[in-house]
C-alpha cells in the first residue's frame, strides 16, 4: 500500500470552482492508475474519476463530465481533480486511491483499489 495525502477541499458556493490534490512521498512510486471517488452522507462511495498512471487514458463519471477534470504530474506523483461549476449535489468527502496492478483497463470501482487517502471534505453551497 501507498500513504497517499489529499488536499484542496473546503467550502465553497454553487459555480465556484475548487482543485484537488492527492500526492505521495513515495520514492518508488509506480502506480497503475489513480483515481478519485467521492462519498456523500448516506450514500456509497462513487467513482469520480480515473487516470493511468504511465499511459494515456482517463475516464471521468457521467456526473461530473464537463465540470470535472483529472490530471496528472508524474514528476510529482501527484493527480489533481479540477472541479469546475460546483453544485450542492458535489458535496462529500473526496477521496483519492491508487492501484499499482490493473486489469487491463481503468478500474472503476473502489474495491479494485488498494491504497487510499484520507479524503477532504468539499462542501458546496446554495
Known amino acids: 500500500q501507498v500513504q497517499l495525502l489529499e488536499s484542496g477541499g473546503g467550502l465553497v458556493q454553487a459555480g465556484d470552482s475548487l482543485r484537488l490534490s492527492c500526492s505521495t512521498s513515495e520514492r518508488t512510486f509506480r502506480a497503475y492508475a489513480m483515481a478519485w471517488f467521492r462519498q456523500a452522507p448516506g450514500k456509497l462511495r462513487e467513482f469520480v474519476a480515473a487516470?493511468?498512471?504511465?499511459?494515456?487514458?482517463?475516464l471521468t463519471a457521467d456526473s461530473v463530465r464537463g465540470r470535472f477534470i483529472i490530471s496528472k504530474d508524474t514528476s510529482k506523483n501527484t493527480v489533481y481533480l479540477q472541479m469546475n461549476s460546483l453544485k450542492p449535489e458535489d458535496t462529500a468527502v473526496y477521496y483519492c486511491?491508487?492501484?499499482?496492478?490493473?486489469?487491463?483497463?481503468?478500474?472503476?470501482?473502489?474495491?479494485?483499489?488498494?491504497?487510499w487517502g484520507q479524503g477532504t471534505q468539499v462542501t458546496v453551497s446554495l
Open positions: 487516470v493511468r498512471w504511465n499511459r494515456v487514458g482517463s
Open positions: 486511491a491508487a492501484v499499482t496492478v490493473g486489469p487491463g483497463n481503468i478500474p472503476l470501482s473502489d474495491f479494485q483499489y488498494n491504497s
